[in-house]
């Protein structure tokens, strides 16, 4: 499993857990800033895509 579907996962089972209510309030804190930093990372993902999208665009456009 890439890092990428890893972080998915992660963050399907904090939103499902979350939706069942499966924390306690004094573990919300820390399972926020679980999710952020999940978010966070695969943005980082996301954007890396973006970028591969665009230089590949960019050299198909040269070839023309």
């Known amino acids: 499993m890439d890092k990428k579907q890893f972080l998915l996962g992660m963050l399907q ?9 499966t924390w306690n ?6 399972v926020a800033i679980l999710r952020k930093d ?13 970028t591969t999208d665009l230089e590949e665009d960019t050299e198909t456009k040269g070839d023309d």
């Open 13 to 21: 089972i904090i939103d499902v857990a979350t939706k069942r209510g």
């Open 25 to 30: 309030g004094e573990e919300l804190e820390a």
């Open 38 to 50: 999940v978010v966070e990372q695969l943005k980082e993902f996301a954007d890396q895509e973006i």
